[in-house]
């Protein structure tokens, strides 16, 4: 270890004891009855436009975004770019439709979107929901753990003989440490450290992006030395598209984007803070530049040279930032990338855990006391996190990557009882189901069909209007066949309705 | 129009269709890629491409908020 990564390794240990504090000391902030799983899960409901703007921002930018969205401008260019269409028009769908479930919550105490479900349309879509949105969460939480070992391999390296264990290790504790306050501080410690994570990542991306064009002759240089990626390739046009609004139906589709929602403590204050959030995403957008702008950065290229191609990716803005800025400065951009990965991942395990307990274990186990709820909750949102912890140190990195692309195309799949549910009181069950199952079935196998049944890399298919993202298609399946079933069913019997609310 | 909608008994419906209005144009914006899809002008060294699609956040963001002051001023509420 040389005198460089003792002061970078220092500020990023400091920083993680004080992350630490926060999200032990959490529990005692705006103290409610934490054996209540709507105060535990929700913060009892009562954040208001500026912690709920920062807690949905901590829940949306994850650390997979930010080594995902980079890591796919470095290797594909412009069509990651992607991501930043998706993240402004998905808070329109989200004006739309998160202000009306909070009131539906509210009303009826419903900590979960699948507990709605199950009020309007019954148990069996209730719980089909709740799974779906439990097998989707796992590899997006297994990716924010992908982009702390990648923060973790930069950080590391040369410190010990074996750098992989020491990751591992460093990897346990912290999810310890994690598990312990998400036991004790429930969504309140997600909620202080979300905001202490992204002041540190507003200052590093922000930093960066100032200073690091300036020191190596500005993005002019790096899109230079990478001409094709300055604008999209004309074929890539209805691609583009396509994902970027496929993506942007599925956000807020995923539990953790339902569970922050619903801890706003009103209606208006949601909404508010939910059109603020685009803003969020003008640091997404720099995140994503930092793909490009690491062409122009020599060091930072001869490090991700001697990476595995594999793995190469997801290194590249911790390579960027460790080349190009002072250590301890390093120090304090990693540790906001790796908490921006334990944060979310904390939301993600306890939204699961909300889900299983509440909409799959309580139908089979009904008479459930609500303190046990609770306390099973609580454990399971500990379980969860290890379960993905376990599966990111036993499969290869980039299998889990490819997981996230099924995880995105399962979760849209619910878009039928949770989106247009809230609106169409009228919709059929039975229509619901076909769509969700023939949505699902429609984009596993175009998946596997595209990639010949081998390593999942692609999620276009190629059809004769140009590529087409396959989320898209299989949830306009879905969509089409919930609507035509409803229609259907309500021409043969018009007066029985499934309206019980 | 517009106006007599906002002005008449039913101002709610008006303020929705406005609302909705609002919140699609990001939509449209970003779907007509013709418009923004070259090199010149740069900007800072980036291609137009970048930099329109990362202004375009911060005027969705405008949008957005014109929209939800409308509808949070809907009488009655939900």
């Known amino acids: 270890m040389n005198a460089n ?98 009131v539906e919550s509210r009303k009826h105490g419903f900590v979960t979107a699948a507990d709605f479900v199950r009020h309007r ?22 990716l924010q753990i992908v982009g702390m070992t990648a923060v973790l391999t930069v950080m590391l390296q040369g410190v010990a003989s074996d750098v992989v264990l020491l990751t591992e290790v460093s990897l346990v504790i912290s999810f310890i440490v994690l598990a312990l306050f998400t036991f004790t501080s429930g969504l309140r410690g997600a909620t202080l450290t979300a905001v202490f994570k992204d002041v540190l990542i507003f200052i590093t991306v922000i930093s960066v992006i100032v200073i690091v064009p300036a020191h190596v002759g500005g993005f002019a240089k790096a899109f230079a030395a990478k001409p ?27 539990p953790h984007a339902i569970n ?9 204050k949601l909404r508010l803070s939910t059109a603020l959030l685009p803003i969020y995403g003008v640091g997404l957008a720099l995140l994503a530049l930092f793909g490009v702008l690491v062409y122009a950065v020599a060091p930072a290229m001869a490090y991700l040279a001697k990476a595995p191609a594999a793995t190469r990716g997801i290194l590249v803005v911790p390579a960027l930032i460790q080349y190009s800025m002072p250590p301890w400065f390093a120090g304090l951009a990693f540790l906001g990338i790796f908490i921006g990965g334990l944060v979310p991942a904390s939301i993600m395990a306890m939204s699961q855990a909300n889900l299983l307990v509440r909409n799959v274990l309580k139908e089979f186990v009904p008479g459930m006391k609500a303190e046990t709820e609770t306390k099973l909750a609580k454990v399971f949102s500990a379980v969860f996190k290890f379960v993905a912890l376990g599966f990111v140190f036993i499969v290869p990195l980039t299998y889990a990557i490819q997981l996230q692309l099924l995880g995105g195309i399962l979760i849209l799949q619910t878009i039928a009882p949770v989106f247009m549910g809230l609106f169409v009181k009228r919709m059929n069950k039975y229509a619901m189901i076909a769509g969700w199952a023939l949505g699902i079935s429609t984009g596993v196998y175009l998946v596997e069909y595209v990639n010949h049944f081998q390593k999942l890399v692609t999620s276009f298919y190629k059809s004769p209007y140009g590529l087409l ?24 019997s018009p007066r029985k309705k499934s309206v019980e609310s | 129009m517009v106006e007599e909608n906002n002005n008449s008994v039913k101002g709610n419906a008006g303020k929705n269709i ?61």
């Open chain 1, 469 to 492: 993202y396959i989320g898209l298609l299989s949830v306009a399946v879905n969509v089409a066949v919930a609507c035509v079933g409803t229609l259907i069913a309500f021409a043969v």
């Open chain 1, 228 to 254: 094709t990626f300055s604008t999209l390739s004309p074929l890539a046009g209805s691609a583009y598209w396509t994902l970027w609004l496929g993506s942007a139906l599925a956000l807020f589709l995923y």
């Open chain 1, 121 to 142: 349309f019954g148990p069996i879509l209730a719980v089909l929901i709740a799974l779906t949105g439990i097998v989707a969460e796992l590899p997006y939480i297994a």
């Open chain 1, 260 to 268: 922050g929602s619903l801890s706003a403590s009103s209606e208006k």
């Open chain 2, 18 to 78: 406005i609302a909705a209005i609002f919140l699609l144009i990001p939509f449209i914006a970003y779907f007509e890629l013709g418009t923004y899809d070259k090199v010149n002008p740069t900007a800072y060294g980036l291609p137009y491409f970048y930099w329109y699609q990362t202004i375009w956040l911060v005027i969705s963001a405008i949008l957005f908020v014109v929209a939800v002051i409308l509808l949070n001023s809907r009488r009655g509420g939900d």
């Open chain 1, 5 to 102: 990564q003792t002061v970078e390794i220092s500020v990023f240990l400091v920083l993680f004891a004080i992350f630490a504090f926060l999200g032990f000391y959490a529990s005692r902030w705006r103290k409610g009855n934490l054996k209540d799983l709507g105060d535990w899960a929700l913060a009892g409901r009562r954040l208001g436009p500026f912690l709920a703007w920062f807690l949905i921002g901590a829940d949306l930018y994850t650390a997979y975004t930010f080594v995902a969205v980079p890591s796919g401008m470095f290797a594909a260019g412009p069509l990651f770019f992607f991501a930043v269409p998706y993240v402004a028009v998905t808070f329109a769908i989200a004006i739309i439709t998160m202000p009306k479930l909070w």
